[in-house]
């Protein structure tokens, strides 16, 4: 008689049996054992063993690519990555635009870009333009007349400041330590023409401005 194995089924005699023939039942034994394990033949370096069903001993080898992730590839406009450990990532900004830095865009169109003007409101009869106020409005409120001077060294070419007179006394622009060029009565010291006239001043060189606007 045979006996089968308690997770298996394998047949093997019992050790009762009073006659046996042992050659058979270990071929059967082994047969069996051979069909059962030959999902675990094959594979290759690296690969693992992975169910493909719920039946007992039912195994495929594959890829070692599940679970965890195995490799980060930086695609355009990132760099770093990398296929084991601790993987950074970081922005390329050779290519890709930093928000967080200053950077130069080159041939790049802005479609509907939006800038808000900001604003610098002086009150008082003087007040001498600093770096800050490049792009934005700067505007006088004062009865009486108001001077607006422009520092040496503090403005580049190309930088503009907008000035407006919003109230009873009109400003004047001087020139200080700096240039000044413009097409009112006094060239190098311009006055806004009227209340809530307005003017553009322009870094054109080093220490040389350009005033365009209501002036007189």
Known sequence: MTNPTTYFG?????????????PADFEVFGQAVD????????????????KTSATDLAFTWIAN???????VTAGTGISGGGTSG?????????VTADL?????????????????????????????????????LVTSSNASAVVFTIPAGVFSAGEQINIQSIGVGLTTISGGAVTIT????????????ARYSAATIICTASNVFTVLGDIA
Do not use: C, E, H
């Open 100 to 136: 967080t830095t200053a950077q130069t865009l080159t041939n790049k169109t802005l479609t509907s870009p939006k800038i808000n003007l900001a604003f610098n409101a002086q009150t008082g009869t003087t007040y001498t333009l600093v770096a800050t106020d490049s792009g934005k």
């Open 10 to 22: 394998w047949q093997m005699p019992t050790a009762t049996d009073l006659v046996t023939d042992l």
């Open 86 to 94: 601790a993987v950074t990532v970081s922005i390329d900004t050779t």
């Open 65 to 71: 690519d599940q679970g965890d992730i195995t490799g």
């Open 35 to 50: 069909t059962d394990f030959q999902g675990l033949l094959g594979g290759t370096t690296g690969q693992i063993l992975s």
């Open 182 to 193: 413009s097409t009112g009565a006094s060239a190098i010291a311009p006055i806004l023409r």
